[in-house]
Structure formats: structure tokens, C-alpha cells
């Protein structure tokens, strides 16, 4: 069209940092009007989803906080009034100035979400930003219940820096095993728990499939990947009992002595103890618990092992009280079958390189890491103590034990509505001397907010990298941010110069914060921008495409093997071998209908039209599902009474929230799944904001936050509760700005 610029981007929808999928922004005398996918990206080649789809209303929305406010009620309350940048920015260095030097740099804390992505520039420049404080309290929601409590487990088990992840462009066997959702990143071949739409995942899956691929999938639902026959089989096991359906399959394999016997030899330490334990758990054992029959079982372990390339892939959100069994016996499954590294089965994926620079972490002392909330625990130990456990920090907010934190910066985090026991994370905002948040709309947490600052959207900031594989590219700047609103990274350096220490921020130099980023790949951002329709392709090294990398890989394992009896665990005096405990007190009566709450429960991590508790306050998005939703199979309905698109209210022993029924055929019986992450009001379809807290719209009132893992305090997502027929939930007000 005559007059258009096109502008080569990233997405917004799945996190603004990091590497996205490609798309190609249309400008039109300044305004911003559609979007297309960019066929030169190589994560999704052209398509975009719906959320990538929505990025001109996203960038519009009526919903986006425009200019800098400073509370004017009480915490909670939701009046705020306008100020100017250099009146909020006083403010906050004021406060960061007066709570450090009076308490102590650890008394300061920082949070930030999924929205800006994991170990992209946001984070490097956020970690810095406290370090160069003293202060090593990072605290997030997500990594307490997401991607890194199981994460501890495998590598303990079987090594590696990350994750395993399957080779799906040559597998044979593909089981996609999830607990009731998740989605992550596409970039890092998230799980696809619902029709994530044109995601590398599905794809991926999809043409496999073609090509002779069985598929098949474990999950409480049949997801729509499994839909039109694509599924070779669907086991609907019960939600949280994963671990004794993967521990009858190693007793199984190791029974029937159909494991690969080679590599246990070559790679594996505490075979023999592994054997003997595992004879408890056979298959008819699991039946009882899993409500899978015993012989589907054998069938399952039989198939997973007896093909040569054979992937599973495991939600990185299985949010469980016994976690610990099934992260365990996940990697053991990997390696007795031999499945580990090889092509087809779970192998680490490694990029050609990796960005970032220094965060200064000699900047803490002693004094700060030994004062480190939940520091003692040996999930933070293991890790360095390089961030504070948030369970911890909320205990010593509400206790003041072992002391209570003054002051929190919230970048792009909503716990109010994404973390667990929302109505007692309240409370603890109430007890905080100072809260700042900055997001590009308001959120439940910004009601509890000393000052709220509009950050832009991606599409309105300078530029953020990302590498994928071999892949480097760039977002870049679509418009000049509207309002007031500004980058969040631009407003951290600014931060850090107003408070004496640009020395350490470029003194608040963006292209040079962002050419340090780029420096451990030799690429400048002025060859980014050169290239931005196509980005770099970095040359691959032999270390990206080379298998069975064991030595290396296992190098920090004791004795450079893998461990099936843990040694790690064990000298830290826990079990070291994967032993199910279960996620409910009366196991015995697992499989009976408890009288008061007989139904089970669980939510799915995300959905494909959202972005966890962001974005259902778009139109475009909002119009295919208007309102919070949970599954129910039709003859459980049928049970309670209960029609598609009915209002009800589910109740468990720790809270109660309100969804609509749909009537889901693909649902096992006896079960539902709500969704997390609903609050949003939608103007233009006329939907207002619901509440985060008990009897709103949100799941997390309904899980008990006293059953966690022990090791990781991973909470449960899943909980018996009873149904019954409701109304609406009542509408919220949005913030109020008083003069």
C-alpha cells in the first residue's frame, strides 16, 4: 500500500524479551495497523497465532496505563493520582535510597514475569540492577512452581545444564505427557497443552505424524493436537498421579529386563538399587491410583522402550506436593531405555552461542547471601543462592521472621492472580513500606502499588536480541511509545543513574548496554539493524549437532554417570530414589468419591489466546472466549445438573471461584480443569473486571499453599472439590485516578 513502512519485529504474545516469532509490522503515517507473519524467520516461517494476530489492538487497547501514578488511598483501594516522570522517578529513588541505608540492601527485592522472558536482556539488566545494590532477594512466582523445580530433579538425575528436549524432527514414538497444562515459550519448543495454534510444537508434531509418527498423550483432557485421529492412543490418567504411572513403567521395563542393557552398564550407577525398589510399583499397583488400566500400562512402557527413537515430552509445570517421584523417575525412564542424547529420543539442544554480560554478583556480601529469604533450603543452596524463595519471602512479609523486606520493584509480574494463596500475597503487599510496579496495563498487584509507571509495548522499544538456535535477531522499534509510557529498560537505566551508579549502566547508554548483550558473538547491533528482514545465521558448531555427548554431559554427575540412586540427594539426607508419596492424605481412598468434595481439579498453565495473566482484555482475543472457563465431561454435568455455558461455582476445602461450564466429551470423568490467569475485564465486548481473590475467578484460591514438595516447595495444582450451579462473579471497578 502506497505510503506504508514495513518494519521488521518480534512478537508480543508469548513474552517481550527474548526471541520470539518473526513478524512484519505495517506503519502507516505513524500509526501502527496490521501485522503479517515474516517468512524469513525460521520458528514460524510466515504464520503467526492469534495473540501475534492482535498486536495493533494490544499496542491500542483502552486498558493501557499512560502516564505515572502515585496512590492516593490505601493500599488495595485503587485510587491513584497523575504525576510527571521526574516526580514518580524522585519517589522511587528516594525510597530504594532511604530502605537501603537504613535496613539494608536485602531489604529491597525485585520481581519480575513471564512477560519479559527468562535469561534475555531484561533479566541480565534486572540482576545487575540489584546486584549493583547489594542485594541479592530476585524473587519471581513463576520459577517457584514452573520451568525450575523439576528442572533441580533432572539434572540431578542425569546431568546437563537444561532440560532434555525431544528430537521430534526424527522420533518414531512421541508421548506428550502433561499434568493439566503448560505451554512455555516457542522458542524453547514449549508445551503445547492446547491448540497453540501455528507454535514451532504442534507443527512440528503434526508433520512427524505424516511421516509414520505415533503419538501419544497423557493428559486428564485429549488435547486438540491428539484430535482427527492423530493420537495413537489417549490414557486420561487421574490428575497428580503421574509419577506412579511412570513408576510402573520402570518396573516394567526393569521386570522384563527390556532395558537397554549397553548403556545402564556404560552411563548408570545404582541399577540393582533401582530394581529392588521398583518392584512395589507394578502395574496393578498403578491402576488403582492412575485409573489407567494395568495392561494399557505395559503397553506403554513396552512401546516407549521397544522403539528406537522414542521422545517424551513432560510439562514443565506439573506443579505437584510430590513432585519429587516423578522428576525423578522421568530422566530414569530417559536413560534405562537408553533414549538419551540420541536421535529421536531426548536430547540437549544447545544454541551456537550465548548473549548476555556481567551482573555483578561480587557486589553482594556475605552478610546478604547468608541473610537470603529461604536461602537455607537446599533448592536455593544448590542453585548459589542467587535468588530468594518466594513462599519464603511472603512467610517473612506476614511474620516479619527472620525479618521483613521494605521495598519491592515488580516489573511485568502479576502474582496477585498467577501465584498461589492470592487472598494471604494481599496481606503481604499491605506490609511492604514501598511497591513499585511497572506494567503497560494495570493489574490486580498494581492496586497494592506506591507507584505505577506505563511501560511501552514491544513494539514501541528501541530493540531487545534474541538467539534460537543459530538464529540471532532483533525486535525493533515499530512507533515512539504513546502516552507517557516508556521502556522498561530505558527506565531502569535511568534508575540506575539517578542513584549514582551509571558507571555500571553504560551510564545510561541503551545501544551500548545492548552491544555489551551482543559482544560474546562478535555482532553489533548496527548488523542487526542491517539485517532485520532475515537476522544473522551464526555458524553452528559441532557441539549443537553432535550426540550421545555423555562424557561431558554427565561430567558433574558423581563419578560422571548418571544417578540412579542419587547420591546428591542422599548426602543431603533424602531419599535418593524416586518414591511415591502421592499428592493427597488419603491415599488409600484415592479412587472413592470423597462425600464433601468429589470431583478433582486441576488448571491448565495457559492457553493459546493469552499470555498466563495478560491479553483477555483484547477484543480480537477475547471474542473467542469471552469467560473463564472450566471442562467438565458431559456425563459429570449430567450428574450435577450443570449445561454447557452455565455459571458454577467450584469449591474446594481452602477457597472457592466461579467459571462456565463446557461441556467437554475429551474430559476423563469425575475431573475438571479450570484455567489460571483470569481477571481481565473487556470494554468494547463489555465485560468488567473480576477479582483475583477468594470466590472470584481464580483457581489459586482453590489449592492448599501447605502442599508443596519438600525439597523444591513446588505447590499442588490439584485438589478435590464439588460443583454446584452459580451466577456471575461481581464486576471490579478499574483504578480510579482522583485529583
Not at 144 to 169: E, K
Not at 330 to 349: V, Y
Not at 452 to 470: D, K, V
Not at 555 to 574: A, F, H, M, S
Request: glycine residues 10%.
Amino acid at each position: 500500500m502506497k505510503g506504508e513502512e514495513l518494519i521488521p519485529t518480534m512478537c508480543h504474545g508469548c513474552s517481550y524479551g527474548g526471541y520470539n516469532c518473526g513478524m512484519l509490522a505495517h506503519v502507516k503515517d505513524g500509526r501502527f495497523i496490521k501485522v503479517e507473519g515474516n517468512p524469513y524467520h525460521p520458528l514460524n516461517r510466515g504464520r503467526l497465532c492469534a495473540k501475534g494476530h492482535s498486536a495493533v489492538q494490544w499496542v491500542y487497547n483502552d486498558q493501557r496505563l499512560r502516564y505515572p501514578l502515585v496512590r492516593a488511598g490505601n493500599k488495595g483501594e485503587g485510587k491513584f493520582r497523575r504525576v510527571s516522570w521526574d516526580e514518580a522517578l524522585d519517589i522511587i529513588v528516594s525510597n530504594i535510597k532511604e530502605i537501603k541505608e537504613q535496613y539494608g540492601p536485602e531489604y529491597l527485592m525485585f520481581s519480575k514475569g513471564q512477560s519479559s522472558s527468562w535469561l534475555g536482556l531484561h533479566q541480565f539488566l534486572w540482576v545487575r540492577f540489584m546486584h549493583a545494590l547489594g542485594s541479592t532477594t530476585f524473587t519471581n512466582w513463576g520459577p517457584s512452581v514452573c520451568y525450575a523445580p523439576q528442572l533441580l530433579y533432572h539434572r540431578q538425575v542425569i546431568g546437563g545444564s537444561t532440560y532434555t528436549r525431544p528430537d521430534y524432527d526424527n522420533a518414531d514414538l512421541i508421548i506428550e505427557w502433561f499434568t493439566g497444562g503448560g505451554t512455555g515459550g516457542p522458542a524453547r519448543g514449549g508445551v503445547e497443552t492446547l491448540n497453540t495454534n501455528l507454535r514451532s510444537v504442534p507443527i512440528k508434531i503434526i508433520e512427524r505424524i505424516k511421516r509414520g509418527a505415533r503419538l501419544i498423550i497423557i493428559n486428564p483432557q485429549l488435547i486438540p493436537l491428539g484430535a482427527n485421529g492423530r493420537a495413537h492412543k489417549w490414557i486420561p490418567i487421574r490428575p497428580g498421579t503421574d509419577a506412579a504411572l511412570a513408576l510402573a513403567m520402570i518396573n516394567v521395563i526393569v521386570r522384563e529386563r527390556i532395558y537397554d542393557r549397553s548403556f545402564v552398564l556404560k552411563w548408570c550407577e545404582g541399577f540393582e538399587n533401582l530394581e529392588t525398589h521398583v518392584q512395589q510399583y507394578s502395574p496393578e499397583w498403578a491402576q488403582e491410583i492412575t485409573d489407567i488400566p494395568a495392561e494399557d500400562i505395559k503397553q506403554l512402557a513396552r512401546a516407549y522402550v521397544t522403539t528406537k527413537r522414542a521422545c517424551i515430552r513432560i510439562s514443565e509445570a506439573p506443579q505437584k506436593k510430590d513432585l519429587r517421584s516423578l522428576a525423578m523417575a522421568i530422566p530414569i525412564l530417559m536413560a534405562i531405555t537408553g533414549h538419551l542424547d540420541r536421535p529421536g529420543g531426548n536430547a540437549w539442544f544447545f544454541p551456537a552461542g550465548r548473549l548476555g554480560f556481567d551482573t555483578l554478583p561480587d557486589r553482594i556480601s556475605e552478610r546478604a547471601k547468608e541473610r537470603l529469604l529461604g536461602g537455607d533450603r537446599f533448592y536455593i543452596r544448590s542453585k548459589g543462592r542467587k535468588g530468594a524463595y518466594f513462599r519464603s519471602v511472603i512467610q517473612a512479609l506476614i511474620t516479619g521472621e527472620p525479618y521483613r523486606p521494605r521495598g519491592i520493584l515488580i516489573f511485568g509480574s502479576n502474582p496477585l492472580s498467577t501465584a498461589r494463596n492470592p487472598v494471604l500475597i494481599a496481606e503481604a503487599l499491605k506490609m511492604l513500606q514501598f511497591v513499585l510496579v511497572v506494567d503497560v496495563v494495570p493489574t490486580p498487584t498494581s492496586r497494592y502499588a506506591d507507584v505505577i509507571l506505563p511501560a511501552a509495548t514491544r513494539y514501541e522499544c528501541y530493540g531487545q536480541p534474541g538467539l534460537w538456535e543459530n538464529h540471532l535477531t532483533m525486535s525493533h522499534k515499530v512507533i515512539d511509545p504513546l502516552w507517557e509510557s516508556r521502556d522498561e529498560l530505558e527506565v531502569t537505566l535511568e534508575l540506575a543513574c539517578r542513584l549514582g551508579m551509571g558507571g555500571d549502566f553504560w551510564n545510561g547508554d541503551y545501544q551500548r548496554m545492548v552491544n555489551d548483550f551482543l559482544s560474546p558473538v562478535g555482532i553489533s547491533v548496527d548488523q542487526l539493524k542491517s539485517n532485520a528482514l532475515k537476522g544473522i545465521l551464526l555458524p553452528r558448531t559441532e557441539w549443537m549437532d553432535r550426540r550421545e555427548r555423555y562424557k561431558e554431559v554427565f561430567r558433574d554427575l558423581p563419578n560422571g554417570k548418571i544417578q540412579l540412586y542419587n547420591e546428591i540427594l542422599e548426602k543431603q539426607g533424602l531419599e535418593p530414589l524416586p518414591t511415591y508419596h502421592g499428592e493427597f492424605d488419603d491415599l488409600p481412598d484415592i479412587g472413592k468419591h470423597n462425600e464433601k468434595y468429589p470431583l478433582m481439579f486441576t488448571d491448565e498453565h495457559s492457553d493459546y489466546i493469552s499470555h498466563h495473566a495478560w491479553m483477555r482484555h483484547i477484543p480480537w482475543l477475547r471474542e473467542i472466549d469471552r469467560y473463564p472457563h472450566v471442562k467438565i465431561n458431559p456425563a459429570t454435568a449430567s450428574r450435577y445438573r450443570i449445561q454447557d455455558g452455565d455459571w458454577v461455582d467450584i469449591i474446594s476445602p481452602d477457597g472457592k471461584m466461579k467459571a462456565v461450564a463446557r461441556i467437554f466429551a475429551g474430559m476423563r470423568p469425575g475431573t475438571l480443569i479450570g484455567q489460571h490467569g483470569w481477571w481481565q475485564g473487556c470494554g468494547p465486548l463489555g465485560l468488567s473486571e473480576s477479582s483475583p481473590l477468594d470466590g472470584g475467578t481464580n483457581p489459586n484460591c482453590l489449592y492448599n499453599w501447605d502442599k508443596q514438595d519438600p525439597i523444591t516447595g513446588d505447590i499442588t495444582k490439584n485438589v478435590f472439590v464439588r460443583v454446584e450451579r452459580g451466577v456471575p462473579p461481581e464486576g471490579v471497578p478499574p483504578l480510579q485516578e482522583v485529583t
